[in-house]
């Protein structure tokens, strides 16, 4: 039956908030509600407005509702210099997927360079007194992050990917953050690993003082101290450092090959260092030897490399709950989340990948032994 919002004077017009109100037998103020604060409408109320938008068509007025709520309807982030290697398309995956979920709640994503911390924190102060954001997302986040504490100090409202590491108020729920349990992953992976029954599985990993690097070794030494009671001289002689990168990776496990340590496995901090690992033992001979790498980039997957995958489409869906709420559609407050719900870390999945010789072993019952976060490909 023809509308106000299919037909008016002979033509075809958009169908506004009167037109689902009517569709939907609610009252424009309830429609605004769903748009707006959906969480103050019971479900079902929502539902039925939902669906009333979607039949008529209705798409809210971003200019308009921006004036009306003095909200820009976008967050920032700090577009990082480009990386270099495998591990570069980490943050390239995150954007996509934070991207797409924030298109989903009528939002937009403002991208920004920045040299340093200092100018990045001068970048928000411009941006938030020029009303250009609601809110930002950090990444890359350090140890005393000047840049965390400068947004709790501001109250701008804000999440970071990534741990505020060595921060005294970590747990402060004004500090909102997401991150994914190194720790975790890699204690799977090196797990997985002992499993199959190898038992001198070494740590190849960034120099200590990286927060994300030293939680990532740490779920390696945990497995391996409650495997094999292992102390701190015998972890250190399985312990490989390098900086990132695959050239850095390969020539410190040949030299660790030539040095005749008697490795079984080697669990890597990332994908950039697994593959260089891989390439250095397949050059001294070892075609078969099992490497497990952190990050499952696209180029793992290519030479079949068995990975950690940080699913960042999770991580990108968990910023903006933290941010704007369940099913918000504008930034809370600095200071609105609870105590309990102020931080998110999520569960990694390793990627078992058959073409790497990492399938999982065969159990006494002649099922394979898979974690719910353990899958396996075929290559």
Same mark, same amino acid.
């Given at each position: 039956?023809?509308?106000?919002?299919?037909?008016?004077?002979?033509?075809?017009?958009?169908?506004?908030?009167?037109?689902?109100?009517?569709?939907?037998?609610?009252?424009?103020?309830?429609?605004?509600?769903?748009?707006?604060?959906?969480?103050?409408?019971?479900?079902?109320?929502?539902?039925?407005?939902?669906?009333?938008?979607?039949?008529?068509?209705?798409?809210?007025?971003?200019?308009?509702?921006?004036?009306?709520?003095?909200?820009?309807?976008?967050?920032?982030?700090?577009?990082?210099?480009?990386?270099?290697?495998?591990?570069?398309?980490?943050? #390239?995956?995150?954007?996509?997927?934070?991207?797409?979920?924030?298109?989903?709640?009528?939002?937009?994503?403002?991208?920004?360079?920045?040299?340093?911390?200092? #100018?990045?924190?001068?970048?928000?102060?411009?941006?938030?007194?020029?009303?250009?954001?609601?809110?930002?997302?950090?990444?890359?986040?350090?140890?005393?992050?000047?840049?965390?504490?400068?947004?709790?100090?501001?109250?701008?409202?804000?999440?970071?990917?990534?741990?505020?590491?060595?921060?005294?108020?970590?747990?402060?729920?004004?500090?909102?953050?997401?991150?994914?349990?190194?720790?975790?992953?890699?204690?799977?992976?090196?797990?997985?690993?002992?499993?199959?029954?190898?038992?001198?599985?070494?740590?190849?990993?960034?120099?200590?003082?990286?927060?994300?690097?030293?939680?990532?070794?740490?779920?390696?030494?945990?497995?391996?101290?409650?495997?094999?009671?292992?102390?701190?001289?015998?972890?250190?002689?399985?312990?490989?450092?390098?900086?990132?990168?695959?050239?850095?990776?390969?020539?410190?496990?040949?030299?660790?090959?030539?040095?005749?340590?008697?490795?079984?496995?080697?669990?890597?901090?990332?994908?950039?260092?697994?593959?260089?690992?891989?390439?250095?033992?397949?050059?001294?001979?070892?075609?078969?030897?099992?490497?497990?790498?952190?990050?499952?980039?696209?180029?793992?997957?290519?030479?079949?490399?068995?990975?950690?995958?940080?699913?960042?489409?999770?991580?990108?869906?968990?910023?903006?709950?933290?941010?704007?709420?369940?099913?918000?559609?504008?930034?809370?407050?600095?200071?609105?989340?609870?105590? #309990?719900?102020?931080?998110?870390?999520?569960?990694?999945?390793?990627?078992?990948?058959?073409?790497?010789?990492?399938?999982?072993?065969?159990?006494?019952?002649?099922?394979?032994?898979?974690?719910?976060?353990?899958?396996?490909?075929?290559?």
């Amino acid at each position: 039956m023809p509308t106000s919002a299919t037909v008016q004077g002979g033509g075809a017009q958009l169908p506004t908030v009167d037109d689902v109100a009517a569709r939907a037998g609610v009252s424009r103020q309830t429609v605004s509600n769903v748009l707006n604060s959906p969480e103050v409408v019971r479900p079902a109320t929502r539902n039925r407005v939902q669906l009333a938008i979607d039949e008529l068509g209705y798409r809210p007025h971003a200019s308009a509702r921006r004036l009306r709520t003095r909200q820009s309807s976008t967050i920032g982030i700090r577009l990082d210099p480009v990386a270099g290697g495998i591990s570069g398309s980490i943050l #390239d995956r995150y954007l996509h997927a934070l991207v797409a979920h924030a298109d989903g709640r009528s939002m937009r994503i403002t991208l920004f360079t920045a040299s340093d911390p200092a #100018d990045e924190i001068a970048h928000y102060a411009r941006l938030r007194d020029g009303a250009d954001i609601d809110g930002v997302v950090v990444t890359a986040t350090q140890y005393d992050d000047p840049r965390i504490e400068w947004l709790a100090r501001e109250r701008m409202p804000f999440v970071a990917f990534g741990r505020p590491w060595g921060a005294e108020r970590a747990d402060d729920p004004d500090r909102l953050w997401v991150d994914v349990d190194g720790r975790a992953g890699v204690r799977a992976a090196t797990e997985h690993l002992i499993g199959r029954g190898l038992t001198r599985i070494g740590f190849l990993g960034w120099p200590a003082g990286s927060g994300t690097g030293d939680d990532r070794r740490s779920g390696w030494e945990a497995a391996m101290v409650t495997a094999f009671g292992l102390g701190a001289s015998a972890l250190a002689e399985l312990t490989i450092e390098a900086t990132e990168g695959v050239p850095n990776a390969r020539i410190a496990v040949e030299r660790l090959l030539a040095s005749g340590a008697g490795l079984d496995a080697l669990v890597c901090a990332s994908d950039a260092l697994g593959l260089g690992a891989m390439m250095a033992v397949r050059e001294a001979g070892h075609p078969h030897f099992p490497v497990i790498g952190f990050d499952n980039t696209p180029v793992a997957k290519a030479v079949g490399l068995s990975s950690v995958d940080q699913r960042l489409d999770v991580v990108a869906r968990a910023t903006l709950e933290l941010l704007m709420g369940p099913e918000g559609t504008r930034v809370l407050p600095h200071g609105s989340a609870a105590a #309990d719900a102020a931080h998110r870390l999520i569960t990694p999945q390793l990627i078992v990948r058959r073409s790497s010789h990492l399938a999982p072993v065969e159990e006494a019952g002649g099922s394979k032994a898979f974690d719910h976060n353990e899958r396996e490909q075929e290559e």
